[in-house]
């Protein structure tokens, strides 16, 4: 039987062309083709506007999937992390960014494996305890490396170092070429987590779970680029494999 694969959604900034609605429920399809290639079957879970609504909704989703992926978005609300937004900061929505932070801590109190792409992976760790760069430009004077490429998105564009005898090292060796379209990262790692690539200006590029619970993060998307690179499938048909077991 195939594994149910959730993964949240995101909203339209501008009113849809099809339908008229202003901040319709959206979510990357090309996850959703990763997941249907690697066995599993797609449901997405979009955020309630009443945040108050994120716990409860996020308790009762959780029974109903066997793996998570969080994908890219817009920047993390800093305040959830106790800053104050600087003049860089890109948009937030802070609905979205509560609903998964407690969806986040549902899942893995329940044992099930997670996914974090891009913009997941720097949720993923503000919800363990982490905190973020706003922009790498303005707060980190050591990122040398152009993370926000200009070539289409499918296209590499710069290596990371991956740390061997990790979960990622068993897909893809010691070193990979992967795309780069962030202004964020991950500062301080959150516990629970460990550091298991980084980019040559040592920008974290990928996290692994310290705990029994599944947990793979990375600061690229792998969804943009498996139909040329079939190796980034991989992170999508181990999600599934979990999410079966």
């Known amino acids: 039987m195939r594994p149910i694969i959730a993964m949240t959604g995101d909203s339209l900034v501008e009113p849809s062309a099809i339908i008229n609605l202003r901040n319709a429920d959206m979510a990357p399809n090309m996850i959703k083709n990763a997941i249907v290639k690697t066995g599993g079957v797609p449901i997405i879970l979009p955020f309630p506007e009443d945040d108050s609504l994120?716990?409860?909704?996020?308790?009762?989703?959780?029974?109903?999937?066997?793996?998570?992926?969080?994908?890219?978005?817009?920047?993390?609300?800093?305040?959830?992390?106790?800053?104050?937004?600087?003049?860089?900061?890109?948009?937030?929505t802070y609905p979205k960014d509560v609903f998964e932070l407690a969806l986040i801590k549902a899942?893995?109190?329940?044992?099930?494996?997670?996914?974090?792409?891009?913009?997941?992976?720097?949720?993923?760790?503000?919800?363990?305890?982490?905190?973020?760069?706003?922009?790498?430009?303005?707060?980190?004077?050591?990122?040398?490396?152009?993370?926000?490429?200009?070539?289409?998105?499918?296209?590499?564009?710069?290596?990371?170092?991956?740390?061997?005898e990790c979960a990622?090292?068993?897909?893809?060796?010691?070193?990979?070429?992967?795309?780069?379209?962030?202004?964020?990262?991950?500062?301080?790692?959150a516990p629970g987590l460990k550091v298991t690539a980084t980019a040559y200006d040592g920008v974290i590029e990928a996290v692994?779970?310290?705990s029994e619970v599944p947990i793979i993060g990375v600061q690229w998307h792998p969804e943009n680029m498996?139909?040329?690179?079939?190796?980034?499938?991989?992170?999508?048909?181990?999600?599934?494999?979990?999410?079966?077991?």
Not at 150 to 160: C, D, E, M
């Open 107 to 164: 899942t893995i109190a329940a044992q099930k494996p997670i996914l974090a792409i891009c913009r997941g992976i720097q949720i993923l760790n503000v919800a363990l305890g982490g905190t973020l760069y706003q922009d790498l430009a303005a707060q980190n004077p050591q990122s040398t490396i152009r993370h926000a490429q200009a070539a289409p998105g499918q296209y590499p564009t710069h290596h990371i170092k991956i740390q061997p």
């Open 168 to 189: 990622l090292a068993q897909i893809f060796g010691t070193q990979a070429y992967v795309n780069s379209r962030h202004h964020q990262a991950i500062n301080q790692v």
């Open 208 to 210: 692994e779970s310290t």
């Open 54 to 92: 994120s716990d409860t909704l996020a308790q009762a989703a959780v029974a109903t999937f066997d793996g998570l992926i969080l994908p890219g978005g817009p920047d993390v609300d800093p305040t959830l992390y106790h800053e104050e937004p600087i003049p860089q900061m890109g948009r937030a």
């Open 226 to 245: 498996w139909p040329e690179h079939p190796e980034q499938l991989e992170l999508f048909a181990q999600l599934v494999q979990q999410a079966q077991a």
